[in-house]
């Protein structure tokens, strides 16, 4: 079992969100799920442009041993499908990615990205109205002034709470390719945005204008051999910046060292193992996410296979490395063919960088516990969603005679994937996305 | 490691699969997706390195069968008592790589086939006279027959997926009078597929061969029909050093419509349908013997006296 503290930790299940329908609409598709830095709200966002909030419910003195439940805070539509008249484009409106930004007031902000623009959404809470005016009727109506008599001061009187989101900016026209991730520096003042190609560097407070601090578009595209994949800011020093590549590396820079951050500072790569050469060698070394720690210590990247973690002191291989899923090695070819091989999975760290998560196929997750090296499989399924039931640990057999219990790889459904996953920042709380429902689970408190 | 004849069979599969995917993914929403086609484009490449090493391997075969049994026709026609002193003569050159062991005529070796093509070393010259000696020399490797073998293997296996294309060596001038009695040959260069009845196999070779010279006077281009109308410049993402690529794709590929698709994944089909079955004929292995039952057994009672010597 997996936990922090070093304590073995039993996962129950508490929520589940989403349709229990199985036929899911595309729409329906969660892409992005986010805690807040304090970890009362969970951002989810989906391929039909929708973002949903959910906060927690303060915990019930009556029942100290439960955390408080999620619930829905708040549901708009952040993005709407766009057409690129010029390049004769569809800009889909799937969310990619969301950031929250730091509390600063009563209100909320995050950032929610598609391929192309990014959003600052402002969310805050109205929880009375002013009542009494002179010049309209209470429907809002108004009056005729020659039929005003006496004046009197509007008071705010209490109302059932409203959350309201608001787009205060919208960052667009800086990208040519895709999307693919937002980070919101630690000076909480700038963010970065990446594509396929470039990292762009925004202020928070200007639309207009972003600096582009990564080209690596090649002179001539017919030479182009690898592509941005993820990026990310360090989490406590503003001029550290990491980003990966389809290649399998990753790059650290510094922007105090030039403008155009072209020369990384860093460079980490494995040497891959010549013996694993095949033909989708290229694929399966692609990164797919990268995360620094909490510390900022350490980075964690995703391959198809593997999770790594790196000490950002060394730079010529991973100081940890966990096989995800190795039993698909043998199946590349049907991954390939099935497009599952070019899945992007995410993955995340606990509150205190102890133990990292990812999901993989069939619904399952999975949990590597950095100190006791231990590593749990975990399903998200409707069959094991009673309340504050125990999962039971998976365990699937690559080949060879089948324990009893274990799940063979060839009976494992590889439309059931689990890309999104999040971990509440303080408590052993995780957020794991089904194709279109979230799980949230929990350790079982005594 | 990969069974290479696993991989002869998945390179077409692979091929086509993916030339699917760079189609189907002009049509999707959101445009062309860059990072995905990329991957795309290195599994093609892959799968087309160990496809033009099997098809060179393949035709270098071929060419060492037609020349043996060539020299085994000609063995037949001389007296079998005169020859014997001129075997052991001639043995005794061709047998110094044997160390004294029985020579096995091994008409079409692989193993003699792939150092040949994979190893810069060999120049046009020793190439012509290995086949020259083919019946001799082959013994001298069909003796390390598994070593070579797993050699070649690797061989085979790091020319499939190094990123420079080692083929330059392959000459096949000498091989003009080789004679086969039909063949199927894509040619890479116009899709077209051939079939030839006791005819050369030369000018097939060399097209095949040549499309490398050719290569710098085609122009890649893709019809992507999403970026097409980019501002910036238009994304052909086929990473460097993989010259070989347009073959795939078409010369004049402004109008590389469904149908041109179609028909390449068809002509893969055909063309590689008749090469496997070719292949399956002759029982040709790349793990072990090289030595086709069938090629044996059309050998001549001399070439048996040779052989049991």
């Known amino acids: 079992m997996a936990g922090g503290g070093g304590n073995d930790v039993q996962w129950c299940f508490s929520q589940v969100k989403g349709a229990i329908d199985d036929d899911v609409a595309e729409a329906d598709i969660i892409s992005t799920v986010e805690f807040n830095h304090s970890g009362e709200l969970l951002a989810t966002g989906d391929k039909g442009g929708r973002v949903v909030i959910f906060q927690q419910e303060p915990e019930n003195k009556s029942q100290p041993q439960c955390r408080g439940e999620y619930n829905v805070y708040s549901t708009f539509q952040s993005h709407e499908p766009e057409f690129d008249y010029l390049k004769s484009l569809e800009i889909e409106e799937k969310i990619n990615k969301i950031r929250w930004l730091p509390q600063k007031n009563a209100a909320q902000f995050l950032l929610s990205t598609n391929d192309k623009t990014i959003k600052l959404w402002k969310i805050s809470e109205r929880d009375k109205r002013p009542e009494g005016y002179n010049l309209k009727e209470e429907d809002g109506r108004y009056r005729d002034p020659t039929t005003v008599t006496t004046l009197r001061v509007p008071v705010f009187r209490p109302m059932d709470l409203m959350v309201e989101a608001s787009p205060r900016r919208v960052f667009a026209n800086a990208h040519t390719y895709h999307i693919n991730s937002i980070s919101v520096n630690s000076d909480y003042e700038t963010y970065l945005s990446a594509d396929d190609l470039r990292v762009n560097l925004w202020h928070l407070e200007i639309t207009d204008r972003s600096f582009n601090i990564v080209d690596i578009k090649p002179a001539n595209m017919e030479e182009l051999t690898e592509v941005i994949t993820a990026a990310e800011f360090h989490p406590n020093q503003c001029n550290t910046f990491v980003y990966s590549s389809s290649k399998g590396t990753i790059r650290l820079c510094d922007m105090r060292a030039s403008a155009l951050c072209d020369k990384h500072s860093k460079l980490f790569e494995e040497p891959e193992d010549p013996s694993n050469r095949s033909f989708f060698s290229e694929i399966i070394s692609s990164i797919s996410d990268v995360k620094f720690s909490h510390n900022g210590r350490y980075m964690m990247t995703r391959d198809y296979l593997s999770v790594k973690i790196w000490d950002l002191n060394m730079e010529s291989r991973p100081v940890e490395t966990y096989q995800v899923g190795e039993y698909l090695r043998s199946k590349l070819c049907s991954l390939y063919e099935n497009d599952c091989i070019f899945d992007k999975f995410e993955c995340c760290w606990n509150g205190n960088d102890s133990v990292v998560m990812t999901g993989s196929y069939n619904n399952f997750f999975r949990m590597f516990d950095r100190g006791q090296k231990k590593d749990v499989t975990l399903e998200a399924s409707r069959e094991s969603s009673k309340p504050r039931a125990v999962l039971k640990p998976r365990k699937v057999c690559g080949g060879g005679k089948r324990k009893k219990d274990e799940i063979s790889v060839d009976s494992l459904d590889f439309n059931k994937k689990i890309l999104h996953t999040a971990w509440h920042p303080q408590e052993n709380i995780i957020a794991v996305a089904t194709t279109n429902n979230l799980y949230i689970f929990q350790d079982k408190l005594n | ?309």
Not at chain 2, 146 to 163: I, Q, W
């Open chain 2, 1 to 309: 490691m990969i069974n290479t004849m696993e991989c002869a069979m998945d390179a077409q599969n692979l091929i086509s699969i993916s030339l699917r995917k760079i189609h189907n993914s002009r049509t999707q929403r959101g445009g062309i997706k860059l990072h995905k086609n990329l991957l795309v484009s290195y599994v093609l490449r892959n799968a087309k390195q160990l496809y033009m090493n099997e098809k060179y391997a393949e035709i270098y075969r071929m060419q060492q069968y037609e020349e043996v049994m060539t020299v085994c026709n000609e063995i037949q026609e001389l007296n079998p008592l005169d020859l014997a002193e001129d075997i052991v003569e001639a043995s005794g050159d061709c047998c110094s790589h044997v160390a004294g062991s029985p020579l096995i005529m091994e008409p079409a070796s692989v193993c003699c086939a792939l150092p040949a093509s994979n190893h810069p070393a060999h120049t046009p010259h020793q190439q012509q006279q290995l086949q020259a000696t083919a019946a001799c020399s082959a013994a001298g490797l069909a003796l390390q027959n598994e070593e070579v073998c797993k050699e070649t293997n690797s061989a085979f296996f790091r020319s499939c997926c190094a990123e420079a294309y080692p083929v330059t060596d392959c000459d096949f001038s000498s091989l003009s009078a080789v004679h086969c009695n039909k063949t199927t040959v894509l040619d890479l260069d116009t899709h077209v597929v051939t079939t030839v009845e006791s005819g050369y196999l030369h000018q097939d070779c060399c097209a095949v061969q040549c499309q490398g010279a050719q290569a710098p006077a085609k122009k890649r281009k893709f019809d992507f029909g999403c970026y097409a109308a980019e501002s910036e410049e238009v994304p052909d993402f086929t990473p460097c050093k993989r010259a070989r690529f347009e073959d795939f794709y078409c010369p004049h590929s402004e109008q590389l419509d469904t149908s041109n698709i179609s028909n390449l994944i068809s002509i893969f089909g055909s063309g590689f349908t008749g090469l496997v079955s070719r292949q399956a004929d002759s029982e040709f292995s790349l793990n072990g013997q090289f030595c086709s039952k069938q090629t044996l057994a059309s050998l001549g009672a001399w070439t048996r006296a040779i052989v049991a010597f």
